[in-house]
């Protein structure tokens, strides 16, 4: 069955650092997200993206967050300048179309800002 | 607004008992309703969910819940627990107009034992 991959599986990175996680999605799907999971609280939404731009992002997606589908296969999420509060499970995720299509998430990249 | 309370961080039952997570909603529009499941180190699969049309959703696994509007409730139940089915279990809701913005619930660890 298709999975959706992320690379890589824990990140350590240090506070003001950029970083680039990666997402490969189910080749025949269309939209594209990330959500995250700081530890101990709900996963939450942070960004759609369609037709190679932003469809929909939350009020935590600030100009400190950006996406890209650089290519055909991949999709990343950038974080410029990481905070100690950045650390968190970042999950991607694809789907079909837009409407009641499954969400099918990849493992998670645990991001660790220290 | 939406919102997700999932009754209980933890629930623990013997194998071959009854398994209940329980789930309740808050939405100002008629509700998509998921739950999903966490095996350790893996993403979210999802288990089954409700949009439209029959309450009771029957999904994988031997997994099913059940929309109860009036209660604003969608529990999640399997008659006989089996010890693969130790997990973390998410609830979510999202709707018909941003059906895959998940609002996650904060997960119940499911613990089996034999």
């Known amino acids: 069955e298709p999975e959706v991959t992320q690379t890589p599986s824990h990140q350590v990175t240090q506070m003001g650092q950029e970083v680039i996680l990666r997402c490969v999605p189910i080749s025949n799907h269309l939209y594209f997200y990330w959500y995250r999971q700081i530890l101990g609280q709900k996963v939450e939404f942070l960004v759609s993206?369609?037709?190679?731009?932003?469809?929909?992002k939350s009020e935590i997606f600030d100009d400190q967050f950006s996406v890209e589908r650089p290519d055909g296969s991949n999709f990343t999420l950038k974080i410029r300048s990481t905070k100690l509060e950045d650390s968190a499970m970042y999950f991607c995720a694809s789907s079909e179309v837009a409407d009641n299509s499954p969400l099918h998430f990849g493992n998670g990249t645990r991001l660790t800002v220290t | 607004a939406q919102s997700v309370t999932q009754l209980g961080s933890h629930v623990s039952v013997s194998e071959g008992a009854l398994v209940l997570l329980r789930c309740n909603y808050s939405?100002?529009?008629?509700?998509?309703l998921f739950w999903y499941v966490q095996y350790p180190n893996q993403g979210l699969q999802l288990l089954l969910k409700?949009?439209?049309?029959?309450?009771l959703v029957k999904g994988i696994n031997g997994f099913e819940a059940e929309f109860k509007k009036s209660e604003t409730s969608f529990h999640l139940t399997k008659p006989s627990a089996h010890m693969s089915d130790a997990a973390e279990y998410f609830c979510?809701?999202?709707?018909?107009?941003?059906?895959?913005?998940?609002?996650f619930g904060q997960g119940t660890r499911l613990t089996i034992n034999p």
């Open positions: 979510a809701v999202s709707s018909p107009q941003g059906a895959q913005k998940l609002v």
């Open positions: 939405s100002s529009v008629p509700p998509y």
């Open positions: 409700y949009t439209t049309g029959a309450t």
């Open positions: 993206f369609y037709n190679n731009e932003i469809s929909e």
